[in-house]
């Protein structure tokens, strides 16, 4: 069957939502993951997960995951660019989340 443009472009509109769900629920299991592997790591006195690595991985979308894991696991706690930047982060993405919500645009 034929779909008009406007049919499929609301389509993906329902679909696309449902993929951010499914990749901040990843992003941020797998935050928390690196997280804890980088303070098994420091108990351990082993290589590290880079620092960057970890800003990364909490600025792209795991912010929730990060912010978990510096709380479970006491790990990044004292250093001030974590302790700012991830909850910075997370304001950014509830942000983010609330607008996807609402369906509000920056255009």
Known sequence: MLQTASEFISRCFLVIP???IIYFIIINIISL???YIDKQRAIKHQWRIPEATLLTVAFIGG???AYAGMKL???KTKHAK???SVPLFMLLHIIIIVMGIYGI???
């Open 33 to 35: 993951i690196i997280f």
């Open 82 to 84: 974590f302790y700012i």
């Open 63 to 65: 912010s929730f995951g």
């Open 105 to 107: 645009t920056l255009i």
């Open 18 to 20: 449902v993929l951010l």
């Open 73 to 75: 696991f006491r790990h």
